[in-house]
């Protein structure tokens, strides 16, 4: 089982994609499988050039894996880790997910842990140890504290939760609901492949003659009602998503506006979707006693 049948190619980085889908440090695989974790780090590393077939298949078991082997003339050629009859290459071989980037290295040159999920700090919020941005919009040389280029989470629930937001994302749909819906109206929504739904778009036509009070030959505009996502899905785009299909639905249709009224979170959020503060608007208005 030499690396030149093509068997092992890339066997660390395939054995690294099975421990974090299993949420497994070196250490935690080596005493689940009884392998050495030095072994585990010389085949990850690429080291181990010819490690022993019973050694693969401990190590590919206790991660939650299977082994295949199959013929090379065959359509399940060679072997594959986890998935049989289909190729793991680049792929996650528990999951549709996509391996995250194993060339990273830390500032000692090292790797980091496979079962973290290591992502990069674009912005304060990506990095959990930046607990005072949302506090304070201070300038970059202004940052009480230095931000790091990656970050990750070492909380077993946060990755958990941090993976099934991901696939949920990745998963949702938005579609245009016309039945029941009165003529110049739009209602987007967001859902799962299962028909759970977890957002909502409402938007309606107004007549910019009876807006202004003048002839302009029957010139419209779309007005934004309202944009709703999950509170366990916020975050993650859908709302955008959905605002940028109002976006494509009303050129389509030949209008050339979407306005909206918002306050609070939903401000910087529709900056964020390339609306434009309109300072000719009225002014919201509260009568109390």
């Not at 989470?153 to 991901?166: A, F, I, M, S």
């Not at 009303?250 to 979707?273: K, S, Y």
Request: aromatic residues 6%; contains cysteine; positive net charge.
């Amino acid at each position: 089982m030499g690396a030149e049948s093509g068997v092992f190619d890339d066997l660390g980085s395939m054995l690294r994609a099975l421990r974090r889908q299993a949420d497994l440090s070196q250490r935690e695989l080596a005493s689940l499988s009884g392998v050495p974790q030095s072994t585990v780090a010389r085949i990850e590393s690429g080291q181990a050039a010819d490690p022993r077939f019973q050694t693969v298949q401990r190590l590919v078991r206790a991660a939650g894996g299977a082994l295949r082997l199959g013929t090379v003339a065959g359509s399940d050629a060679g072997s594959e880790l986890g998935c049989p009859g289909r190729a793991c290459r680049g792929r996650d071989p528990l999951g549709d997910a996509a391996i995250p980037d194993d060339t990273r290295r830390d500032e000692a040159g090292r790797r980091y842990p496979a079962h973290l999920d290591v992502r990069k700090v674009r912005t304060l919020k990506d990095w959990p140890g930046a607990w005072w941005a949302h506090s304070y919009t201070l300038p970059f040389e202004r940052w009480p504290l230095r931000v790091p280029k990656v970050t990750y989470d070492l909380d077993r629930g946060r990755r958990d939760e941090r993976r099934l937001r991901e696939r949920l994302r990745d998963a949702v749909e938005i579609r245009r609901i016309t039945e029941g819906v009165p003529s110049g109206c739009w209602r987007l929504v967001a859902e799962l492949p299962d028909g759970d739904l977890v957002g909502e778009l409402r938007a309606h036509e107004r007549s910019l003659d009876l807006r202004y009070g003048e002839e302009m030959g029957d010139r419209r505009e779309v007005v934004l009602d309202g944009v709703l996502v999950a509170p366990r899905l916020r975050l993650l785009g859908i709302g955008r998503r959905l605002v940028d299909r109002l976006a494509a639905e009303t050129r389509d249709a030949g209008l050339t506006a979407v306005c909206a009224l918002a306050e609070l979170d939903g401000i910087p959020f529709l900056l964020a979707c390339g609306y434009r503060i309109e300072w000719s608007r009225p002014q919201a208005l509260r009568l109390e006693w």
